[in-house]
């Protein structure tokens, strides 16, 4: 596969980072940090020949998209793909919910997604190929207490990604969606072993996910074995949702 670049918003941690660590794999990559460019990136092992970049840019600032967008365009032109992986969730009861929590999670879960294509899509559609992936969310499909503004910007992103692909299917890209279930993270590593050992039951194949699973998944979905799926979600949730 031609080594092109690929670009992951918020991969400084979390399912980002491991989407950097088995993306640099096989693509170059640019990841996106809200904050100032974190060491960790220069921890990252890459294969002879590729490189990792992070770009310092908050998604839900649509002016710095703006900025940093062009740039990486005239830097390293079309990317291959791009993974919309950025997100928050500031959970709270819809009726505690302020409207400033409120914007701050659609802003940067769903219309920072609107943001980054806006100035990628063309230069992908001119280079006749790419695929897109929206990291959606079980909770986009199952309710969950506390995360109304969540599970809402996680289902628009199911909607946005059916009706995208269609608009771009012609020039050759293809847009999936990728809905996990409960990951591993330091969210869950905090929980009290009780509380999580009930969790686990809810699952059918009783246990958390992996980081490394979603990244892998994601590689299937941006790479050649998927060439002919597209306006998908793909379900990562031991059967949480079956």
Not at 25 to 32: A, G, L, M, S, Y
Not at 210 to 231: H, P, Q
Request: aromatic share 6%; proline share 3%.
């Amino acid at each position: 596969m031609t080594k092109q670049w690929v670009l992951v918003t918020g991969g400084r941690r979390g399912i980002g980072r491991a989407l950097v660590e088995e993306l640099s794999k096989q693509w170059n990559v640019v990841f996106t940090s809200r904050g100032q460019q974190p060491q960790s990136a220069e921890a990252i092992e890459v294969q002879p020949g590729l490189w990792v970049e992070c770009c310092v840019c908050d998604g839900s600032d649509e002016q710095a998209v703006d900025l940093a967008a062009p740039d990486l365009l005239a830097r390293y032109g079309a990317p291959y793909a791009v993974i919309h992986n950025a997100g928050i969730t500031l959970d709270g009861l819809q009726i505690k919910q302020t409207g400033e929590r409120w914007r701050q999670v659609i802003d940067t879960n769903l219309n920072a997604i609107f943001y980054w294509n806006r100035h990628l899509l063309p230069a992908m559609m001119a280079q006749g190929e790419g695929a897109i992936v929206l990291m959606s969310s079980v909770t986009g499909i199952k309710g969950n207490i506390g995360q109304t503004a969540y599970g809402a910007s996680k289902a628009a992103m199911i909607g946005m990604g059916k009706s995208l692909a269609l608009e771009v299917a012609r020039f050759g890209i293809r847009v999936n969606c990728l809905l996990p279930g409960i990951i591993e993270s330091e969210m869950t590593q905090a929980i009290p072993a009780e509380a999580l050992k009930a969790l686990r039951k809810q699952i059918p194949l009783r246990r958390l996910g992996k980081a490394s699973e979603v990244a892998k998944a994601t590689a299937f979905l941006i790479g050649e074995d998927s060439r002919y799926m597209t306006g998908q979600t793909l379900i990562l949730d031991g059967g949480l949702t079956a």
